[in-house]
């Protein structure tokens, strides 16, 4: 093997991967907040909702976890802009990994909710909450703290799945790498380099998804226990 | 413009035949490097648990597309013709087998402490403990997340499309290139993709209820 490495490039290309590496930041930021509203109202209502919510819910659920997340980018930025609602590729990718996080998220949750014992709800009743109140403050903050390692590992895997919003030349970090190596011809040396930022993001995310823990679980941090 | 016709469908019928080949390359190749990977994360010296968990940090660390990019160019620098079913062989693999020892790793430590003592003081040696004991229940545990991983491997050989193997998700997007119908070309192809999922999917939820009437 007479393969010679060199990083040279990076002196000049390295604000691009900065830039690259913050998209990738504010892209999943956005969908992994969005996507987990999405999930937590989609999972209160399969687990509550009428037997058609239910059913919707859980039509939703089984297409998008059965299907690749490339086609489902596809579809929202190829084929919605085909029947005229043009997206830009950010806003596309957004929905897109939005979507799918939701997904994700609903069956995570109701893993959580279904783990509240149904006498916390009828405590909740006696002690005059609203149907409001006792499904935040009783079912899905408990439930969270419980599915909150699932949560976090699912969110680290949509940083990663990031990356294929490439494909619709989102210029995220994968997409930049794609640029730079057209570029400069040092294929390889790029994709480890983006190779290592992917891992100190994903090693970022989880260290930012326990201090979020951190500051959510009250109970937790005090007890030192899971619930 | 031409129009979405039943040739194009069976174009894309036929492509997912190498959608199912791929699969099937990931699934036996990450089995065949998941089980040592399993086997060292659970070994008695710290050296082999640190490789192995290593490894496995990295690559559940980094995207598989990049893993992908990675195969490919680089089985040029070792001076290989690219080509792209054996990138995606090999990428997918390592992504497999990350993943499947993880997996396999929990499975194994879910069986009881007990079954090792048991098999230690009916004189069996390690491999014997392993070969009649251990693995052939933990194999029962690890049967329906196992299964459930298929799917995640069925739709991440769409990935391979990248590099220019053309699967189905290639497939979808030649077709596409010449009829310009996105939405119904890659829905059809989402369909596809559905229909060699879920079967997966039921199978994984029913196998996981079964396992657990014994509990």
Redesign the interface.
């Known amino acids: 093997m007479s393969y010679k490495f060199d990083f040279a490039f990076l002196a000049d290309k390295w604000p691009d991967f900065v830039a690259g590496a913050w998209l990738t930041i504010q892209l999943t930021i956005l969908s992994i907040a969005f996507g987990f509203l999405l999930g937590t109202v989609c999972a209160v209502a399969r687990v509550y909702g009428g037997p058609l919510l239910r059913r919707l819910v859980g039509a939703y659920v089984e297409t998008i976890r059965n299907t690749p997340l490339l086609i489902q980018i596809f579809i929202v930025y190829f084929g919605f802009s085909s029947l005229g609602l043009k997206l830009s590729a950010e806003v596309s990718a957004v929905i897109a990994l939005t979507v799918n996080m939701g997904a994700y998220t609903t069956e995570i949750m109701r893993a959580g909710i279904q783990s509240i014992l149904r006498t916390q709800l009828e405590a909740a009743d006696c002690l005059g909450l609203t149907r409001f109140q006792a499904i935040l403050h009783v079912v899905l903050l408990p439930a969270m703290e419980r599915v909150y390692p699932s949560l976090a590992s699912q969110g680290v895997l949509l940083m990663l799945a990031s990356s294929i919003t490439s494909q619709i030349s989102t210029e995220e970090l994968t997409a930049t790498a794609n640029l730079v190596q057209s570029d400069t011809y040092r294929s390889f040396e790029v994709y480890m380099i983006v190779a290592v930022v992917y891992l100190v993001l994903s090693a970022l995310y989880r260290l930012g998804f326990w201090a979020i823990g951190l500051v959510l679980f009250e109970r937790r941090r005090r007890l030192g226990t899971p619930l | 413009m031409i129009q979405l016709s039943a040739n194009h469908l069976l174009y894309l019928a036929e492509a997912a035949r190498w959608t199912v080949l791929l699969s099937l390359i990931a699934f036996v190749g990450g089995a065949i490097v998941g089980l040592p990977i399993a086997l060292m994360r659970v070994s008695k010296m710290a050296l082999l648990r640190g490789l192995a968990s290593g490894y496995i940090q990295?690559i559940?660390?980094?995207?598989?597309?990049?893993?992908l990019?990675?195969a490919y160019?680089?089985l040029?620098?070792?001076?290989y013709k690219l080509v792209p079913l054996v990138a995606a062989g090999i990428s997918l693999t390592i992504y497999a087998a990350a993943f499947l020892g993880e997996i396999w790793r929990g499975c194994i430590e879910a069986v009881p402490k007990t079954q090792w003592e048991a098999s230690d003081c009916l004189g069996l040696n390690p491999v014997q403990q392993y070969a009649y004991v251990i693995l052939p229940q933990a194999v029962r545990i690890a049967i329906p997340p196992t299964v459930g991983f298929m799917?995640q491997i069925v739709?991440?050989t769409?990935?391979a499309?990248?590099i220019g193997f053309v699967e189905l998700?290639r497939a979808?997007?030649i077709v596409?290139n010449s009829t310009?119908?996105?939405?119904a070309i890659?829905?059809a192809?989402?369909v596809i993709?559905?229909v060699l999922?879920?079967p997966l999917?039921v199978a994984a939820r029913t196998l996981e209820r079964r396992a657990h009437v014994g509990r």
């Open positions: 990295l559940q660390g980094t995207p598989l597309l990049i893993v990019f990675l160019f680089g040029g620098i070792l001076g799917v739709k991440n769409s990935l499309s990248v998700a979808g997007q596409n310009f119908e996105p939405f890659f829905t192809v989402g993709y559905f999922c879920y999917s």
